[in-house]
Nanobody, 125 residues
């Protein structure tokens, strides 16, 4: 499975961006999908996830709750991340990920098998 993430860019604080992630290749199975991000000199951190394997429940890290929305796309194993009210601290490379995660590992990057190449989000103050 190959993941393609796109939609990043430069935006002013308070603005919005919409990231997209689409899977190709062996997409016969359904995977749980997530977004992670990594800022310079920081560890990769969980942003949001949607459990497509079990009804589509969503999960968010506290810092993005109320501002970001993860949603499924029409194509299988595709997701969007709508990011509103962006802050400079949201600046990072955003990665989409897919895997057959269990509930307890939803926020664990090591539980995801497939990763996109990353898309850069820069929020200016």
């Amino acid at each position: 499975v190959q993941l393609q993430a796109y939609g990043g860019g430069l935006v002013q604080a308070g603005g919005s961006l919409r990231l997209s992630c689409a899977a190709s290749g062996r997409t016969g199975d359904t995977y749980n999908m997530a977004w992670f991000r990594q800022a310079p000199d920081a560890e990769r951190e969980f942003v949001a996830a949607v459990r497509l394997m079990s009804g589509g429940r969503t999960y968010y890290t506290d810092s993005v709750k109320g501002r970001f929305t993860i949603s499924r796309g029409n194509a299988k194993n595709s997701v969007f991340l709508q990011m509103n009210s962006l802050k400079p601290e949201d600046s990072a490379v955003y990665y989409c990920a897919a895997g057959k995660t269990i509930l307890s590992t939803t926020r664990d990057s090591s539980a995801y098998e497939f990763w996109g190449q990353g898309t850069l989000v820069t929020v200016s103050s």
